[in-house]
């Protein structure tokens, strides 16, 4: 869908619909691959966040976040627990001492 947006776009500057399609599939094949990266790579760590709510653990109002994935964790088919800030720390602690790591330091 993007080609022919990008052709109106484009065509005032002479570029003909050729030389826009052969473009976006260069493009195409190029940011494929860095996507693939972005979203499977175990480099990135993956935060669901709520502004707000209540928390799954002790029932505590604030707002809440979930480890998605990180090196050597995958809970991206598990069912959702949000936790508060406070007990976020307890569970990120406990992983830390099983051997995995994330960006966050206590």
Request: charged share 25%; hydrophobic share 45%; proline share 4%.
């Amino acid at each position: 869908m993007s080609t022919p947006i990008l052709w109106l776009v484009v065509r005032q500057l002479g570029v003909g619909i050729w030389s826009t399609i052969i473009a976006n599939l260069i493009g195409g094949a190029i940011f494929f691959w860095v996507d693939k990266f972005i979203f499977t790579s175990a480099v990135f760590e993956v935060w669901h966040v709520k502004d707000l709510g209540h928390c799954d653990k002790c029932g505590r109002e604030a707002p809440l976040r979930r480890l998605v994935k990180a090196k050597d964790y995958d809970r991206s088919d598990a069912p959702a627990v949000f936790l508060c800030p406070r007990c976020s720390k307890e569970k990120l602690t406990q992983l830390h001492r099983q051997g995995i790591k994330t960006s966050q330091q206590f």
